[in-house]
């Protein structure tokens, strides 16, 4: 897998993870393109687009689309299916994920997809092992945490 | 503000979340950003030294602020920091930052790296876990040079945590990637062979994508990957659904898994072992049965994911292309899907189906769907479906169906999305003229693309009908005809003026004995397109007035006044004006002889690549052109070969081209960048072979040609400079270690090579075959000596007979003498008229100083005695560099004698090293020569050593060997 993009109805890109360096131009100009492409097209659409030189793979769940461009040997169907997955991890970890669950913890949602996904590659398609590794840095990371005052929190103490 | 829901409460991080998200301008957004860096920087600045929480949650803003698309400019070293933190949530953050905006400062690299690299050592699989990541993550060559020889060790040590294994290999496979210089192959590889049979699925996917990834490019080392593969396939399909528990997804067992063994399976051809090929087309039936099972579950995930595994056994089906009964089978169960409610499976059966065309033994079952595919042209919803259904008709296409095929595309394309008419347009014109039987249909057929989709006929579509009808004189009165009736219509695409103006320009006098197409209303019909036209269009129909006046010299006065206009002699456009005023000098001044000279009918074109074909290549890419043969040939040429009977090694093995039979000199020699010369007489020439000696001789697409066809048509010589001298060193290198075989070839000419040398003498034969049916005249080879080159090498030969018959062969001798050493090559430079055009090539003739080689056998003593003595550093040449073929020895050995020294066996004490010795003769000196090769498998390197009594011997030798291997 070359990227994998998180983007809203709205057009605001939630999450984005390269799995081959490009410049930060192209990955903009990159974004732009795909999502003005995946946005136009209408709910029945098949779920595969050519797209340069690549494959992309999208699907919609509630307000985010989940969008994978793959290489041209990649299995269109599998990917759809590791998307599925990815929202099954992201959901069993929020408890009924939403979007706003994604903004306000962007980073563990991108700790979620470094569990599953390495190098553009499935690391572990079990969800139990993924999130096992999850909640195990979760634990180690309360433990470490001692409470603070609300007014510490906001700067203020 | 939502509950945070789990782990950590960076509150300051949420509420400056939602301060954004509360902004209701781009402006206000960028205020608060700013407010915020401005926070940031100062208390980064600031005395006070903060503590690892709320170093933490700012780099985590400052996160938060470039993922919403800002620049970041500080807070690197703050996150570098982070990295040696003890605590697991900082060391998080901190990762996560680097991974997300890692930048190339040496400086900070360096600080990553030894983060890392302690990490690494921590024994701690959390943190090695967080580091692996980051390294494939940011996958940079610094960090592959810093850490792919660690990774393998941690990938196949015995005390490594499963997870970490996991992480791993694929943070070795994504340096691989990026980086394969940086990973040595090593005992490692055999051990992570063995991973597939790892208890642990996790592992076993992980590995798997690993070992696919390098068995690409090592297809030798991971050989032993196929049978364990198998196996490892062969127990998933065969489990229960329940059987491989959290690995089994909506009751398919290890999909991914199972899609990730057949993907590393396609990397070789069919298994050799009979029991392992057995098991495996097994498992390809067992998934095939499988399809047809009622589903285990309504969910769409179930069916996915196992038509995930079923797509994927079907590619690995097309790809071996050896079990008929397989591929017949994967073609029935893509045909059902043809019409499955879900848009999806439409769309891969149809994209699948397209490679299953071109195989021979499924291109039958393919076409029985034709109908099923026609309706999906039409009935489609979703343009990237419909694409894909033009693409297999495409690919479905053959003599049998050609015109029902090019009948539905056409009536497609008159409703077809912009996005892909264009493509279209190329795909018809191409079936067009390949299954033309009947030429008149193939004209119809363009001119029907023109009228239909006009704007999108690009150049090569038209100037491929005009060379068509020029070369086919069955169909000219036909073209003539049928172009005067379509330009009769009222609104007509320029495209259709241009190809009208040209045909008619050369063949209006077929069909001027009609009343109701005489030349005057030919001329008036064109003249009345002629202001609606842009300046190129016009430009040609002048041409074709002048051609006008040659064969109609009935309304030559009509055209003179045309001609004479202030609208035409007085344009603004230049080349407009010109052709005008010439024109018009050329009908008042010229006799009719001079006339019918001059604007003669244009001459065949000589066949070559089609233009579109080469078109459609570009704009799809190779891949995706599909032609029956040429998509075999493609996948055959896979690196690790596609079926049995392919060729490994293409750079060894010699495939008998229909242009060695001209020569007589038994197989044609191939360099494996150039496949072979196709010589079919169809008009499609072979496009997939880029043939490195390629010289375009006329190009009919060039519009200069088209335009002024006066110019071409006449005796008038285009004066072109010399070619330069092609791919010069690429031709030397073919015959450094051989002495017989094709140097060079084109469309016209092909120039064999027989030699045979002597010590210091030799005598060459030049083989010159004319590939055409059309006379070359004026036929001169020359041979050009520098100065320098003069005073080394003597060479005597004969001029040849200056007319080459269409098809025949003329043969010259050179006779060789080598006085001294010398480093360059002479060239042969060739001059000849073909239809009326100059044709000059020069190539260079590869007489190189090892032809006068004589071996010497010696013992191993001798050997080393002499190598001893000849230790003065000027007398050594040593060179290290890449293998450009596989590491293969007895091709290695026949190379070394083909070079010309004597390979001396048992002398090196590493038998894997390969030595020889000779003596270099020249008329004035004898000059002895040991060379000594030291191959180095691993890293696919060599080393070369020579050394002689004379340093320009020892350069030269050690140039041209170098670039045998």
């Not at chain 2, 490692?188 to 994508?209: E, F, I, K, P």
């Not at chain 2, 065949?604 to 052109?625: D, M």
Request: with cysteine; hydrophobic share 40%; aromatic share 8%.
């Amino acid at each position: 897998m070359r990227f994998m993009l998180l983007f809203s109805r709205q057009g605001k890109l939630r999450l984005q993870k390269w799995y081959l360096a490009s410049s930060e131009k192209e990955k903009k100009k990159m974004v732009r393109e795909l999502m003005q492409v995946v946005l136009a097209r209408k709910p029945k659409m098949c779920s595969f687009l050519e797209w340069r030189d690549l494959k992309v793979v999208y699907k919609r769940y509630a307000s985010l689309y989940f969008c994978c461009a793959i290489e041209g040997q990649d299995n269109e169907l599998i990917t759809l299916e590791l998307i599925h997955r990815y929202v099954e991890l992201l959901d069993k970890y929020f408890g009924s994920v939403c979007e706003l669950d994604i903004i306000f913890n962007f980073e563990k949602a991108y700790f979620i997809l470094d569990e599953f996904l390495m190098g553009g590659e499935i690391q572990d398609t079990s969800k139990k092992s993924v999130l096992k590794a999850i909640e195990q840095a979760d634990l180690l990371q309360e433990e470490d945490e001692s409470p603070r005052s609300v007014l510490e929190e906001m700067g203020l103490a | 503000m939502p509950a945070v829901s789990k782990g950590d409460g960076m509150r300051g991080l949420a509420v400056f979340i939602s301060d954004i998200r509360n902004c209701k301008s781009k402006e206000a957004e960028i205020k608060r950003i700013n407010k915020e860096l401005a926070n940031i920087r100062s208390k980064f600045k600031g005395d006070k030294a903060l503590d690892g929480y709320s170093k933490k949650k700012y780099v985590c803003k400052l996160l938060f602020i470039f993922l919403l698309g800002h620049d970041i400019d500080f807070g690197h070293m703050e996150a570098v920091n982070l990295l040696s933190s003890n605590r697991y949530t900082e060391k998080q953050i901190g990762y996560l930052f680097i991974s997300v905006l890692v930048n190339s400062n040496s400086e900070l690299i360096r600080l990553i790296n030894n983060a890392i690299k302690n990490d690494l050592a921590s024994r701690n699989p959390t943190f090695m876990g967080l580091a692996l990541h980051c390294i494939a993550n940011v996958g940079s060559r610094e960090m592959a040079e810093a850490f792919a020889g660690e990774i393998p060790k941690i990938l196949v040590a015995g005390d490594t945590m499963d997870s970490v294994k996991q992480s791993a290999a694929l943070c070795l496979l994504r340096l691989y990637r990026t980086s394969p210089d940086f990973v040595p192959m090593g005992d490692w590889t055999s051990r992570v062979v063995h991973l597939l049979n790892d208890q642990h699925l996790g592992v076993v996917t992980a590995a798997t994508s690993l070992i696919t990834t390098l068995a690409q490019k090592n297809p030798e080392e991971f050989k032993t990957s196929v049978s364990l593969a198998v196996s490892r396939l062969s127990r998933i399909v065969t489990s229960a659904s329940t059987d491989l528990q959290d690995y089994t997804y909506y009751f398919v067992p290890a999909p991914w898994l199972s899609v990730k063994l057949l993907r590393l399976l396609q990397c070789y051809p069919p298994p050799e072992d009979a029991a392992v090929r057995g098991r495996l087309t097994e498992c390809l039936e067992t998934i095939l049965n499988k399809a047809q099972e009622p589903p285990k579950s309504k969910k769409v995930q179930h069916s996915n994911a196992k038509n995930a595994v079923l797509f994927e056994a079907i590619s690995l089906i097309i790809h071996h292309d050896s079990e008929p009964n397989l591929l017949v089978r994967a073609c029935n169960q893509l045909g059902q899907f043809l019409q499955h409610r879900e848009t999806n499976l439409r769309y891969l059966a149809l994209e699948s189906m397209c490679t299953l065309a071109s195989s021979e033994f499924s291109h039958e079952a393919v076409k029985t769907h034709i109908e099923t595919v026609i309706n999906a042209l039409k009935t489609e919803r979703d343009v990237s479906v419909r694409q894909r259904a033009v693409d297999l008709l495409y690919a479905m296409c053959d003599r049998s169906n050609a015109q029902q095929i090019v009948a539905e595309m056409l009536n497609y394309l008159e409703t077809a999305d912009y996005s892909i008419r264009e493509e279209i347009v190329l795909k018809v014109a191409i079936l067009a003229e390949k299954y033309a039987v009947d030429y008149t249909w193939y004209v119809d057929t363009i001119l029907n693309l023109i009228r239909i989709a006009g704007d999108y006929v690009s150049e090569e579509v038209w100037y491929r009908v005009i060379q068509i009808v020029i070369n086919r004189d069955d169909v000219q009165g036909y073209a003539a005809k049928t172009v005067f009736e379509a330009l009769q219509a009222p609104a007509c695409h320029e495209n259709l003026v241009k190809v009208g103006g040209y045909i008619l320009g050369e063949f209006g006098n077929l069909i001027a004995g009609d009343p109701r197409s005489s030349p005057l209303i030919q001329f008036n019909l064109l003249h009345s397109k002629f202001h609606l036209c842009s300046v190129p269009t016009r430009a040609l129909l002048l041409s074709t007035y002048i051609k006008f006046v040659n064969l109609f010299p009935e309304i030559k006065t009509t055209i003179q006044d045309v001609l004479r206009s202030d609208s035409q002699l007085k344009n603004a456009d230049v080349e407009l004006q010109q052709r005008a005023v010439e024109y018009l000098r050329l009908s008042t001044i010229a006799s009719t002889d001079i006339l019918a000279t001059v604007l003669e009918e244009m001459p065949p074109f000589p066949e070559r690549e089609s233009s579109i074909l080469a078109k459609l290549k570009k704009k799809k890419g190779p891949g995706t052109v599909t032609d029956l043969e040429e998509i075999k040939k493609e996948r055959n040429s896979d690196v690790n070969g596609g079926t049995e009977s392919t060729p490994v090694n293409a750079s060894t093995v010699s495939t008998p081209s229909p242009s060695a039979d001209l020569l007589g000199l038994g197989a044609a020699p191939l360099t494996s960048s150039s496949p072979p010369p196709s010589t079919t007489g169809s008009l499609l020439v072979d496009v997939f072979s880029d043939s490195a000696s390629v010289v375009a001789p006329l190009a009919p697409g060039s519009e200069d040609n088209f335009a002024s066809p006066d110019l071409a048509s006449s005796e008038v010589v285009s004066e072109e400079p010399a070619d330069t001298v092609h791919d010069a060193d690429e031709l030397i290198h073919k015959f450094v270690c051989k002495n017989n075989g094709v140097l060079f070839e084109n469309q016209l000419l092909q120039i064999g090579l027989k030699s045979e040398f002597r010590q210091n003498l030799g005598r060459m034969f030049i083989f010159y075959g004319n590939k055409t049916s059309t006379q070359f005249l004026n036929f001169t080879p020359t041979l050009i000596c520098s100065d320098e080159l003069q005073s080394s090498l003597n060479l005597q030969t004969k001029p040849v007979d200056p007319t080459v018959d269409g098809g025949a062969q003329v043969q010259q001798v050179v006779n060789i003498e080598c006085i001294s050493d010398f480093m360059e090559a002479p060239i042969l430079n060739i001059q000849f008229r073909y239809g009326g055009t100059f044709q000059n090539i020069s190539v260079k003739l590869p007489i190189t100083l090892n032809k006068f080689f004589q071996p010497t056998e010696m013992a191993s003593q001798d050997f080393f005695q002499r190598w001893k003595q000849l230790s003065n550093p000027q007398q050594e040449m040593q060179n290290i560099f890449k293998a450009k073929h596989p590491m293969d020895t007895e091709i290695t050995k026949a190379k070394i004698i083909g070079f010309g020294s004597a390979l001396l066996e048992e002398v090196d004490p590493n038998p894997a090293n390969f030595v020889g010795a000779g003596i270099i003769h020249t008329k004035t000196t004898q000059i002895g020569c040991l060379l000594r090769l030291e191959p180095n498998l691993q890293a696919q390197m060599y080393r070369l050593t020579l050394r002689t009594s004379k340093e320009t011997v020892s350069q030269r030798l050690c140039e041209l060997l170098s670039e045998q291997f």
